[in-house]
């Protein structure tokens, strides 16, 4: 993807809302490309994360890790996906880790087609915001307002399950 396309993509990220031309102009330079293949994991759920991303291509699938009881004194791990992100609609994930820097990734996030990301590490996030305040902000803003969307999604699901094992353990 050339530079100008580049750009206007960028402009259509939710995280850059409110961000002048030539502020994400300089975060564009600071970004990488990364390819990954279908079923490749791009981010571990439990391990440090110093970089969030920006899905450019393809859908990735997020995932939870679930312990469940499986014998009489057995536990096995099994994922449940959660979400799944998809190009078009300019998703971008991992951001958790620039607010953060100790705390782990709270989900495994998995390419679910070939995917092109953008990839915005964390000292190149730092020194921006260090470097423009008001870039700083608008970034911190964005991540949080995104942060309390996924927050509120997730108390509704976790609201809806517990209703539905209330009506079934009532059975």
Known sequence: MNREKRLH???NVKLFRGVSPDQLSMIERVLTEKKVKENEIIIEENKPGH???ILVEG???VSHSLTLKVGKNTF???DKALNFLDAQ???FFGEIAMIDP???RTATVTAHSDCELL???RD????????DYKLGYLLVRNIGEEICSRLKKSNTDLLKLTTALSIALSR
């Open 76 to 78: 096995a791990d099994k």
């Open 124 to 131: 190149d996030f730092e020194r921006l915001c260090e470097s």
């Open 59 to 61: 859908q990735v699938s």
């Open 9 to 11: 993509f960028l402009g």
């Open 102 to 104: 100790k705390e782990t």
């Open 119 to 121: 990839v915005f590490s």
């Open 51 to 53: 970089e969030m991303f």
């Open 89 to 91: 609609k300019y998703c």
